[in-house]
């Protein structure tokens, strides 16, 4: 968060789950709600006083039985990410693949080491959707080389920089909210891979721009069921799409509605219930 003033919205969750707490997370964010915090039994949401609107925040939580009664306090800006970066911690994934922040020390190298200025509402690699993402990306490493690849919902950008340190041609990152897409702008740029990442705010509409030959979306499941179509138009016969942001119980929705327009089952992985798709283009 900046220094501006926002309002704190708590929620009451009853019966409180972790699940319910990350969908809320995904739906506030689209307020949008730029920074979250749970704390059983509340999930408390921050956003700028002067985009709050108690109306479209009663309408999202009206879906939701379980959130039953939020209080909205004012609180003056400060640093809310200093803490927390400061709790920030490497992440290796499979042996290859490390996610670091500049004030971690002494970080092993591996053959994919990605710098990142951790923001609390855009990813940092630890939820659980990124960590299956790059691996599925690397059994693809071969097939990614050369290739060009998009990047749907990019927040800091982690996926788009590991495709471009895995050589490919061309990568597009794409993120509705503005702060992520300046967010990924600047990471690209301090992994020295900006000259082969371009970085966009928008949504699906801007795959018209092009085709591809790898798509990878890290987003909630409604968005992707809604924007599959667009998805397949966007990529090449014969290219992969990777899909998660949604749980093990989405996956039968998700994998009708992608066959249904032309694509071929190619793997799944599953991680605390989380899942992760990976289709090919007919």
Partial sequence: MNSEQYIEVSVRLDPFSEEMAEILEAELSDLPYDSFVTEEP???CYIQ??????????VVLSGYPAAASFTATLVQGRNWNRAWEQEFKPIVVDGIVTIKAPF???VPRTRFNIWIDPQMAFGTGYHHTTYMMMQ???GLESFIRGRSVVDMGCGTAILAILAAKMRARKVFAVDIDAVAARSAWGNCRWNKVGSRVETACGDASL??????DVLLANIHRNIILEDLPTYVRSLKRGGH???SGFYMADVPAIREAAEAIGLSFAGLSE???WACLEFVKN
Avoid: I, S
Wanted: charged share 35%.
């Fill in 207 to 212: 795959l018209q721009m092009g085709t591809y």
């Fill in 49 to 58: 006083k002067e985009l709050y609107r108690p109306g479209d925040l009663k």
């Fill in 104 to 106: 971690n020390a002494d």
């Fill in 241 to 243: 799409l990777l899909l």
């Fill in 271 to 273: 991680r605390e219930d």
């Fill in 42 to 44: 509340f999930l408390k």
């Fill in 136 to 138: 599925r990306m690397l």
